[in-house]
T-cell receptor
Framework: EAGVTQFPSHSVIEKGQTVTLRCDPI?????LYWYRRVMGKEIKFLLH????????ESGMPNNRFLAERTGGTYSTLKVQPAELEDSGVYFC??????????????FGPGTRLTVT | AQKITQTQPGMFVQEKEAVTLDCTYD???????LFWYKQPSSGEMIFLIY??????QNATEGRYSLNFQKARKSANLVISASQLGDSAMYFC???????????????FGAGTRLAVHP
């Protein structure tokens, strides 16, 4: 079974440019999450999709960030325009939706974004 | 507000010995879950172990066990018989709220970097 994949693994862009990150969750996982870790700080939740619907986007920092999950499969996270403080590692995770018990989130390898 | 605290930025342990990584949490919810993830130098986040707030027994997964002390709001990870491959960053995380619905986001601690020495 393939794990969560993310593309690209690393992106270097200039301030003001646009970058789109992609996440492919584990097949069959309805839940998809985006997190990010800014240098030296904790990993922070950005948003949560259930299928194609945004369940919780309380962690999105501002309107320069746009996440989509068309068709309930892969998701994209677009940053437009990018600012220096957006640099960090962006993680995607997916999980099944079970009524009880563990439903751990499986993480992708992350995309390291560097804004210069 | 919910919060996870990992007070040990770095730890080291001798190979084959046991090590405890500390984690305390703060929440007003009665229902929550606690996770530990491992992040090796390659960057991926690997799920290790889970403890539900209503679980009466401490969780165990192979060499990993979770020392859950609910009254003290602590969920320490114990790694027995450390191996060189255990060298990594370890994150404690908490899921707020009930088991399903829109309460699935994880709150992470700052992490503890573990170095296993031969």
């Amino acid at each position: 079974e393939a794990g969560v994949t993310q593309f690209p693994s690393h992106s270097v862009i200039e301030k003001g440019q646009t970058v789109t990150l992609r996440c492919d969750p584990i097949s069959g996982h309805d839940n998809l999450y985006w997190y990010r870790r800014v240098m030296g700080k904790e990993i922070k939740f950005l948003l949560h999709f259930v299928k194609e619907s945004k369940q919780d986007e309380s962690g999105m920092p501002n309107n320069r960030f746009l996440a989509e999950r068309t068709g309930g499969t892969y998701s994209t996270l677009k940053v437009q325009p990018a600012e220096l403080e957006d640099s960090g590692v962006y993680f995607c995770a997916s999980s099944q939706d079970r009524d009880r018990g563990i439903y751990e989130q499986y993480f992708g390898p992350g995309t390291r974004l560097t804004v210069t | 507000a919910q919060k996870i605290t990992q007070t040990q930025p770095g730890m080291f342990v001798q190979e084959k010995e046991a090590v405890t990584l500390d984690c305390t949490y703060d929440t007003s919810d009665q229902s929550y879950g606690l996770f530990w993830y491992k992040q090796p130098s390659s960057g991926e986040m690997i799920f290790l172990i889970y403890q539900g707030s209503y679980d009466e027994q401490n969780a165990t997964e192979g060499r990993y066990s979770l020392n859950f002390q609910k009254a003290r709001k602590s969920a320490n990870l114990v790694i027995s018989a450390s191996q060189l491959g255990d060298s990594a960053m370890y994150f404690c995380a908490m899921r707020e709220g009930p088991f399903s619905g829109g309460y699935n986001k994880l709150i992470f601690g700052a992490g503890t970097r573990l170095a296993v020495h031969p």
